[in-house]
């Protein structure tokens, strides 16, 4: 075989092939002999070419071309309507809820494309283990989602060529065998039997990899393989050793037999679960399945004992259409479970591994026929309770929670807990428990049950908490939440699929068994934990555990049972000793709850606050909270509702402030509960908590009757009424739409959702940076219910929100008054009834002695002003005496009893009334009540009594640890008060008004709806009213007690204003109280600790130094000194120069320099989109590459020059710092020590991009430069801004005639300084401290380029960008119509005025002769001045930019007068002029140009007309040479702009439009540049553009001042050059001295002379309307530079191409990899946009901006149909673009506002 390696393996293969045709068995003996040779694991050391064995393997396969030609042609003979797609972790795929019949289903993109899901409601996902296709699979989805490619779409193809797969088929065949060998001998070294994860070598893996491509042909191949893989024939001869499976060398036959001890032993040894006692029936199936019979069971065998191998899942699932397949692969993954939760509890990577086992098993268990079959047949369901019972009985430990507890609960800290190792066994539990036939039989099946109670009951009290009471808890428990987790998922989520399978009365038989197990397990836990008969003092106050899912499963499936399924509640067959017992725990929990709100576990750390939160979040509370408070709702069926009142009361520990004595400060340590009871402060919030939880239990009906639209009315009025919301958050704070795998469950309730929503509430369309919101409608808030909104939200201040804005709707109705304050408006409860007569019981607690004695307590405290009873607390108090009246039966039915029985309460709670009716206790006056002294009590702290509280006699204390009920001295309390006593003045007291109260004439019947404006006065008016309708009797009490009442005096008329003065009062005197006495406890403890006396004096506050801005409207103030500077300097250049104290003076504006490549994004057409993935490359013409070119080819012609003035070109401005500044003045010398401070700062909060920059001291935005601002030099003349006098040719005539004398000037000075100074030493501006300034500033500019640019540009190209900068903020065009609207509240102005002070200070000091020559020859050149030929060297004239000789002038003879800067201005418009016409000359034709020189040629010769269009564009063809014109030098070097030329014949009109275009530009910038040198400093005002419908280019000639003799609006452009000499002679002196250049280079000429570019503004790259699209287009592409599938695909909205986005690019850091091919986002932001670029992330859907060392994002582009982001797409519905957003990303882009409007930067540390 050797032979075979020498020559290429396409050759050696095709030998083989012709051979194997010839003969096919020496040809298959040759093949055998080399697959031998290479896939042996026994000559895996000895095959150096092993690492081709795939390509071995493709090219023997292949009979085409090609291996893709092969499989190409196979699978025209597919017949399977299933499409089997087999995907892997983070791949996108789709699902269709409306076509789906399981949870799990989903299908891959193309099968999604191809299928018809218009108007579906459906989403994308990132899969996060893996799955396949269910395309064409009914049991899944419904066949109408089906695409064209399969399900009943498939087409049968004709019959297959017998000789197609006969070499294939032997191949594969020695493949399978190959994979088999390989599995055995990766199991060799086994001796101990443990379990792990193997990686199957590349050589191998590769190989089935190829034969996977080949399964994916489709069936032909499959059916193949299963008959291969299903042959028990087959495998017995394999095994012994009858064939080999072509195997043909003798050493790999003695292998093959070897193996068969490696497979032996390693089943041998190979831990399982144990098997229960009570499972033992099933001990002779696993004993039976556990032998191999064929390949597949074997296959399945290895996949559990290797932990399930990458390459063995996907080889497996990819033969998984075949049905044949399916079924045994199934029941061999069933058999070989018990091998699975050992190797979990052991596992390393348990995530990992969790993931690949769901990754094979949803594919088994989402079918329903399938997963009931393998429950009957293969006891699935035993197998899932056994491996769960196993898991868990590895974590258990002991309880402990006292004494006599002997529980044993689950250790959370547990590596099966820590590692939630359980969740991959739960999820197929779920997967099969969903299928509603495996659900019956699940809970058929008593054995099966018990053992999952057992379970249950593991879970239940795990993870406990005990109360500190004496020292803070070291550190906080970071697994707050794990115990949430793990009992929503592993014992919530079977809940839900369970009940879904029993929604009527048919199932209700299983529904009573699963009761009647839960009560026995309960009743077993309680024994367990050592709670008997008194559960109320038997379960530890001070240790509470959130977990009890056994009670809750009692709870819930009770709720299905009695709600859906017609069960009694009187057939559970409770008794109230049982009933106390279920509910002693729930309520434990529930008061718990209330301790922690109250602050009473502060001690514990914010873990036991997290743990409170969780219990009552909307993902945990439906099978919490919920579940809790109904097993409290369903006990009150059975226990004496007096008893069930005292212990809630008990519970809370508050049942002592129920007397009505003077508020008792401890309960002695007699007491049970005495030991963490509530401090003193906190009583009257326990209290409160105690009348919420009893509100709770009758008010809270969500369990109690109601149907599926009144429960989501609730929920959506509770959340609403908070805050308002988007749509995502509103669903998914409702619980019954989220219920973990409740599939039906989620349905029953999505489909009325939006109905509730839509008749609720109304949508608040968002703008462009907000998103949609949902609010109440007014009609909605009178289904508001406080009750139901305390017990479902988290916050206080939430429940604060709601009554907030419920009194705003009380406003918006005009149901109040306008001076009406939201404190008089009580909480408006609603009228609490029980409608549904199977909770009739549940009346018993409100028509109760015990609570009514308790409400009389209640307005007895509050009515006396006792600290003890908050507004909160009476309210409560008054809804349940409402609703007490309304559930009252007949006085003829009164229900009397003892009148010494106390239910449980202390006997100093007084048990008032000997009836349980409220109809009548509510008139029975209560002359004396008989106090127990049982209580210490410390009557020296008592409140000071006020108004009747003089009636209270003292009550002496009692001694410590006196047994309750013992015998006490006893004294009388006078009280004579009855409920409606003290309603009527409560009433009265709230009234504020003179009248007294009175009933009406007609008492109303309808009391099913709150009161209208729910105060004080009218919920007591309420009550009275309803007392007296119910019965005649309270009627004439009311009458008759009404005179002796207002004769009291106790509710003197006062004023509503007075009522509210003397309650605020009340209350901050109470407030005060508890404030003092709080400081004086922590003063005391802290004295204690530390034994210091101290004295501090407090440091005096400074005053403000206000703000940056002053009303000295002509000075600036900074903001770190606050002193005040003139706006000019005013010094001399002689005094400037040499001064020492102008540096103190100097003052800066605080900018930001960054480095932008905005100026070059600049193209002709701003249509851009998304270049699509493997599209040939398109070179874009945009503003920076042309000018790169035309710079390169004048840096060819002037190598001497580049970079120099003198070459006429801002070289590089397209890429020149963008500098903004927020408008903040400094000191340059505070500015200065305001730098070494930040960086020497730690903390970063000053600091950004690694020290560089710093926050503005005032406004604390980005800044990292300052640019000084009042340096600027007063003008020599007194002309200012403003126009002389005279006429306008007289000031032109001027202000040529003072530049040419300050040239005069300018040169004899720096001859005399030439003179007396060394060239080397003339530094004669080092002690100019202005010039310092300057320097410094624009090398702080200068610095943040030098990181990016490839320096290239100098202080000229800073100023023309800045300009350019400004033109495009305003729009591109000095026009309002262009203008750019405000789309950021952040605001930040182009410093153009002063930076041009800077550069010109600088240019201007740093001028030399040289330089002043060349100017000076400018000007004359431009002038006429010069008659002589210019050195040949230089740049002539005609090749300059005309607005770069303009800055230059400027710059040099800094400062100049406006006449001087007009006159400028005209000189050089003419140059442009002249430019204009040359261009338009390059566009003609040569019949044109005869034309147009004909119509000249009398002009020229007789009247020369410089104002006639015909004249001097006849002059410029005329002076081009002919070579310019050459049609090979223009079509080679020129494209004519599309949207410039669309004609073929030139107009004069056409050709003086071209011209003005060609101009205008200029006169944009040079209107700018005026602007900002002579506009005030500092000042608001902005440039005066043209106003809509006039000419924009006439209103700069007039802004500009040339418009002199012309008084039309009509005119051409050639009108406004002003000549200072001759215009032909001038016009020839240009052309003479570029002619030789023209000649010379034609086409270098024609680029500079010919070529023009009209860009339009700087746009971002056009997206999509529909997101869908683009992320199809670009989810799935492969990296053209690294090569490697991109992650996170992002494309660039600059430039439209796609970015490896923190892929394998980014990895290659290199210098030789950062070239123009690498992809990473750092390198193109480098390359693309200069270090700042614009990306949208694809998969996320969000726009990150990557800006130098920084990175962040910004936000998202597209909503959904509800106007809601969903960034990373985690919802998956379809996105909308919002084109607001874009405008407001785009407005970021073009005036550089991303620092500022974005805040989460972070580093991206080259890794993007």
Same mark, same amino acid.
């Given at each position: 075989m050797a032979y075979l390696h020498k020559e290429p393996i396409e050759s050696s293969a095709a030998t083989l092939k012709s051979l194997f045709q010839r003969d096919p068995a020496s040809g298959r003996f040759q093949i055998g002999e080399l697959l031998d040779l290479m896939m042996e694991p026994s000559h895996q050391e000895s095959v150096d070419r092993r690492e081709n064995l795939a390509e071995w393997v493709k090219a023997l396969f292949t009979t085409e071309k090609s291996f893709e030609q092969f499989c190409a042609k196979v699978s025209t003979y597919d017949r399977s309507r299933l499409c089997g797609c087999v995907w892997t972790k983070d791949f996108m795929a789709y699902r269709c809820k409306t076509c789906a019949s399981s949870p799990c289903m989903s299908i891959c993109a193309a099968c999604f494309e191809g299928g018809d899901h218009a108007g579906h409601e459906y989403s994308i996902f990132r899969s996060e283990a893996g799955g396949a296709c269910d395309c064409g699979d009914e049991s899944v989805m419904s066949r109408e989602g089906f695409c064209r490619r399969h399900g009943l779409n498939k087409v049968v193809t004709d019959k297959v060529p017998d000789d197609l797969l006969t070499l294939p088929k032997f191949i594969m065949e020695r493949a399978v065998v190959m994979l088999l060998h390989n599995l055995r001998f990766m199991a060799k070294a086994d001796v101990v039997g443990a379990l792990f994860f193997v990686r199957i070598p590349d050589p191998v893996s590769e190989t089935i990899d190829v034969l996977i491509e080949v399964i994916k042909c489709g069936s032909l191949v499959r059916s193949w393989l299963a008959d291969l893989l299903l042959s028990e024939d087959y495998y017995e001869s394999l095994n012994t050793n009858k064939h080999y499976g072509g195997i043909m060398t003798e050493s790999a036959k003695k292998f093959h037999s070897a193996s068969l001890e490696y497979l032996r032993v390693s089943k041998k040894k190979l831990p399982k679960c144990p098997v229960p006692e009570e499972m033992l029936y099933i001990m002779d199936f696993f004993e039976s399945n556990l032998v191999c019979k064929n390949l597949l069971q074997e296959f399945t065998f290895w996949l559990c004992r290797f932990q399930f191998p990458k390459t063995l899942i996907l080889f497996l699932l990819n033969i998984l259409p075949d049905e044949r397949i399916k079924l045994q692969l199934s029941k061999a993954f069933v058999h070989q479970y018990i091998y699975i939760p050992p190797s979990l509890v052991e596992a390393l990577e348990v995530e990992e591994y969790s993931n690949r086992i769901v990754h094979m098993s949803v594919q088994l268990f989402s079918n329903a026929e399938l997963a009931f079959l393998l429950s009957k047949e293969d006891h699935l369901l035993e197998i899932f309770v056994m491996a769960l019972d196993f898991m868990v009985t590895k974590t258990l430990v002991d309880s402990k929670t006292s004494e006599s507890d002997f529980h044993q609960v689950v250790h959370m800290s547990g590596s099966g807990m820590l590692n939630n190792a359980y969740w991959a066994v739960v999820s197929d539990f779920i997967n099969c428990l969903g299928h509603r036939d495996v659900a019956e039989l699940f809970l058929s099946n008593e054995v099966v049950l018990r053992i999952w109670m057992r379970v249950l009951t593991c879970f239940s009290a795990m993870d406990h908490v005990t109360r500190h009471i004496d020292f803070h808890v070291e550190y906080d428990h970071e697994n707050a939440l794990l115990g949430f987790y793990t009992e929503r998922e592993a014992c919530a989520g079977p809940l839900w699929v369970m009940l879904d399978a029993l929604p009527d009365s048919r199932t209700v038989s299983l529904s009573r068994k699963v009761l009647e197990l839960c009560v026995t397990s309960i009743v077993e836990l309680l024994d367990a934990l050592g709670v008997g008969d008194n559960p109320e003092w038997e379960i530890p106050f001070n240790v509470v555990s959130f977990h009890y899912p056994i009670h809750r499963y009692f709870a819930l499936f009770a709720s299905n049972a009695i709600s859906r399924q017609g069960m009694k509640i009187q057939d559970m067959q409770l008794d109230e000793r049982l009933a106390r017992r279920l509910m002693a725990h729930p309520l434990r929990v529930i008061c718990s709850m209330h301790e922690v709100l109250c602050q009473m576990?502060?001690?514990?750390?914010?873990?036991?606050?997290?743990?409170?939160?969780?219990?009552?979040?909307?993902?945990?509370?439906?099978?919490?909270?919920?579940?809790?408070?109904?097993?409290?709702?369903?006990?009150?069926?059975?226990?004496?509702?007096?008893?069930?009142?005292?212990?809630?009361?008990?519970?809370?520990?508050?049942?002592?402030?129920?007397?009505?004595?003077?508020?008792?400060?401890?309960?002695?340590?007699?007491?049970?509960?005495?030991?963490?009871?509530?401090?003193?402060?906190?009583?009257?919030?326990?209290?409160?908590?105690?009348?919420?939880?009893?509100?709770?239990?009758?008010?809270?009906?969500?369990?109690?009757?109601?149907?599926?639209?009144?429960?989501?009315?609730?929920?959506?009025?509770?959340?609403?009424?908070?805050?308002?919301?988007?749509?995502?958050?509103?669903?998914?704070?409702?619980?019954?739409?989220?219920?973990?795998?409740?599939?039906?469950?989620?349905?029953?309730?999505?489909?009325?959702?939006?109905?509730?929503?839509?008749?609720?509430?109304?949508?608040?369309?968002?703008?462009?940076?907000t998103q949609t919101l949902y609010d109440l409608k007014d009609e909605?808030?009178?289904?508001?219910?406080?009750?139901?909104?305390?017990?479902?939200?988290?916050?206080?201040?939430?429940?604060?929100?709601?009554?907030?804005?419920?009194?705003?709707?009380?406003?918006?109705?005009?149901?109040?008054?306008s001076g009406t304050l939201e404190s008089n408006i009580w909480t408006p409860y609603l009228p609490i009834r029980i409608r549904d007569p199977r909770f009739a019981h549940l009346n018993g607690i409100l028509n109760c002695r015990a609570l009514h004695s308790v409400i009389f307590v209640v307005l007895y405290k509050y009515l006396h002003e006792h600290g003890i009873v908050t507004e909160q607390c009476l309210t409560i108090s008054l809804a349940l005496l409402e609703a007490a009246l309304c559930a009252s039966s007949d006085e003829e039915d009164l229900n009397s009893g003892s009148e010494t029985d106390n239910f449980g309460f202390p006997l100093s709670v007084p048990m008032l009334y000997d009836c349980d009716n409220m109809t009548r206790n509510i008139r029975i006056t209560i002359t004396q009540i008989q106090v127990h002294n049982e209580y210490s009590c410390d009557t020296d702290d008592a409140d000071e009594p006020m108004e009747d509280e003089s009636m209270e006699t003292s009550i002496p204390p009692t001694n410590v640890g006196s047994p309750i009920g013992g015998a006490t001295p006893e004294q009388y309390l006078g009280v004579n008060e009855s409920i409606v006593s003290m309603l009527i003045k409560l009433h009265e007291r709230y009234l504020g008004a003179s009248e007294k109260f009175s009933l009406p004439a007609e008492?109303?019947?309808?009391?099913?709806?709150?009161?209208?404006?729910?105060?004080?006065?009218?919920?007591? #008016? $309420?009550?009275?009213? /309803?007392?007296? =309708?119910?019965?005649?009797?309270? @009627? !004439?009490?009311?009458?008759?007690?009404?005179?002796?009442?207002?004769?009291?005096?106790?509710?003197?008329?006062?004023?509503?204003?007075?009522?509210?003065?003397?309650?605020?009062?009340?209350?901050?005197?109470?407030?005060?109280?508890?404030?003092?006495?709080?400081?004086?406890? #922590? $003063?005391?403890?802290? /004295?204690?600790? =530390?034994?210091?006396?101290?004295? @501090? !004096?407090?440091?005096?506050?400074?005053?403000?130094r206000g703000n940056a801005d002053t009303s000295d409207e002509d000075k600036y103030r900074c903001v770190i000194c606050s002193s005040l500077e003139p706006k000019y300097l005013n010094v001399t250049p002689s005094v400037d120069k040499y001064s020492i104290n102008t540096r103190s003076k100097i003052m800066c504006l605080i900018g930001l320099a960054q480095t932008s490549a905005l100026l070059g994004h600049r193209m002709e057409s701003d249509d851009r989109k998304p270049v699509p993935p493997g599209a040939a490359p398109v070179e874009v013409k945009n503003c920076r590459r042309v000018n790169e070119k035309i710079w390169d080819s004048l840096r060819l012609q002037f190598p001497t020059q580049y970079d120099n003035p003198s070459i006429g070109h801002c070289m590089g401005w397209e890429l020149a710092p963008h500098v903004s500044t927020c408008g903040h003045h400094v000191h340059a010398t505070c500015f200065e020590e305001y730098v070494k401070w930040v960086r020497r700062d730690t903390t970063g909060y000053l600091r950004f991009e690694g020290g560089v920059g710093f926050m503005c001291p005032l406004c604390r935005q980005t800044s990292n430069v300052a640019v000084p601002c009042n340096i600027a030099r007063v003008a020599r003349d007194d002309s200012g801004s403003e126009m002389s006098s005279g006429r306008r040719d007289d000031c032109f005539n001027r202000g040529i005639s003072a530049i040419k004398r300050n040239i005069l000037r300018k040169r004899e000075t720096l001859t005399t300084l030439s003179a007396l100074l060394n060239p080397e030493d003339a530094n004669y501006g080092q002690h100019d401290e202005v010039f310092k300034a300057c320097l410094k500033s624009l090398d702080g500019i200068h610095s943040e380029r030098a990181a990016m640019a490839d320096g290239r540009t100098n202080i000229r190209s800073l100023l023309r960008g800045q300009l350019e900068y400004g033109l495009c903020k305003l729009g591109g065009a000095l026009c309002d119509s262009a203008k750019l609207p405000a789309l950021s509240p952040v605001k930040r102005n182009l410093p153009i005025g002063p930076m041009f002070h800077v550069v010109a200070k600088v240019v201007s000091t740093k001028t030399t002769l040289s330089h002043c020559r060349y100017v000076d020859s400018i000007l004359d050149c431009l002038t006429g001045g010069a008659l002589h030929p210019m050195d040949s060297v230089s740049c002539p004239v005609l090749f300059k930019d005309p607005f770069t000789m303009l800055l230059e002038i400027c710059l040099s003879f800094y400062p100049l007068a406006i006449e001087e800067y007009r006159a400028a201005t005209r000189v050089v418009y003419n140059l442009c002029l002249i430019r204009a016409l040359i261009h338009v000359c390059c566009k003609f034709s040569s019949d044109e140009r005869s034309a147009w020189k004909a119509k000249a040629s009398r002009a020229l010769e007789n009247n020369y007309d410089a104002s006639n269009l015909n004249c001097l564009l006849g002059h410029v063809i005329t002076r081009l040479p002919d070579c310019i014109y050459d049609g090979n030098v223009a079509g080679a070097s020129a494209v004519s702009s599309p949207e410039l030329f669309t004609s073929t014949v030139w107009t004069k009109q056409s050709v003086e439009n071209t011209v003005t275009e060609f101009c205008l530009h200029y006169m944009r910038l040079a209107s700018l540049l005026q602007f900002h040198i002579f506009q005030k400093p500092d000042s608001a005002q902005e440039f005066p553009c043209a106003g809509d419908g006039k000419n924009e280019f006439l209103h700069l000639v007039e802004y500009l001042g040339m418009d002199s003799d012309v008084a039309t609006e009509d005119l051409s452009p050639v009108v406004f050059a002003k000549w200072v000499r001759s215009p032909k002679t001038i016009i020839d002196l240009w052309f003479h001295r570029t002619l030789r250049f023209i000649t010379g280079d034609p086409a270098f000429s024609y680029n500079i002379l010919g070529e023009h570019y009209l860009w339009s503004q700087p746009a971002l790259v056009t997206l999509p309307e529909d997101y869908t699209g683009l992320f199809a287009a670009f989810r799935d592409i492969v990296c053209a530079s690294c090569k490697e599938p991109i992650r996170e695909p992002c494309v660039c909205l600059l430039c439209g191409e796609y970015v490896c986005y923190a892929g394998a690019c980014a990895e290659r850091r290199g210098p030789e990899n950062r070239g123009p091919d690498n992809r990473s986002a750092v390198a193109h932001a480098k390359r693309c946009g200069n270090g700042t670029v614009v990306l949208l992330h694809v998969n996320r859907t969000t726009i990150v901006v990557v800006r130098g060392e920084r990175s962040c994002e910004w936000g998202t582009l597209y909503l959904d149909d509800y106007g809601e982001e969903d960034r990373g797409w985690r919802r998956g519905r379809p996105l909308l673009l919002r084109k607001q957003r874009v405008a407001i990303l785009h407005y970021h882009w073009i005036n550089h506002l991303f620092d500022s409007a974005c805040r989460d930067w972070r580093k991206h540390r080259n890794l993007l």
């Open positions: 576990w502060v001690r514990n750390g914010a873990s036991i606050a997290t743990r409170q939160l969780a219990y009552r979040q909307s993902l945990f509370c439906g099978f919490f909270l919920d579940a809790d408070l109904f097993i409290l709702q369903l006990c009150a069926n059975f226990i004496n509702p007096n008893s069930f009142v005292s212990s809630i009361f008990l519970r809370c520990r508050v049942a002592h402030c129920l007397v009505l004595s003077n508020e008792p400060k401890q309960l002695t340590l007699g007491h049970v509960g005495a030991v963490g009871q509530p401090e003193e402060e906190k009583l009257n919030k326990m209290l409160e908590s105690a009348f919420s939880i009893l509100i709770s239990v009758v008010g809270v009906r969500t369990h109690l009757g109601m149907s599926d639209k009144e429960i989501l009315e609730s929920e959506v009025v509770a959340i609403l009424g908070t805050s308002k919301l988007t749509h995502s958050n509103l669903t998914g704070r409702i619980p019954q739409c989220h219920d973990m795998h409740a599939c039906e469950k989620v349905k029953r309730f999505a489909v009325p959702l939006m109905t509730v929503i839509d008749e609720l509430a109304y949508k608040i369309e968002g703008d462009a940076m909605s808030w009178e289904k508001y219910d406080p009750a139901f909104t305390r017990h479902r939200v988290l916050y206080k201040y939430q429940v604060q929100r709601a009554h907030t804005n419920y009194f705003k709707y009380l406003q918006r109705t005009n149901k109040v008054s008492l109303p019947r309808d009391f099913e709806r709150r009161v209208d404006v729910p105060n004080g006065a009218n919920v007591t #008016k $309420q009550i009275l009213m /309803l007392a007296a =309708v119910r019965s005649s009797e309270n @009627l !004439d009490a009311i009458t008759a007690m009404r005179p002796r009442v207002g004769n009291n005096g106790d509710s003197a008329s006062v004023s509503e204003r007075d009522a509210e003065r003397m309650r605020r009062r009340l209350k901050a005197r109470e407030m005060q109280k508890r404030l003092l006495q709080d400081f004086a406890k #922590k $003063q005391r403890e802290f /004295l204690e600790q =530390v034994d210091l006396d101290l004295d @501090l !004096d407090l440091p005096e506050t400074s005053n403000d």
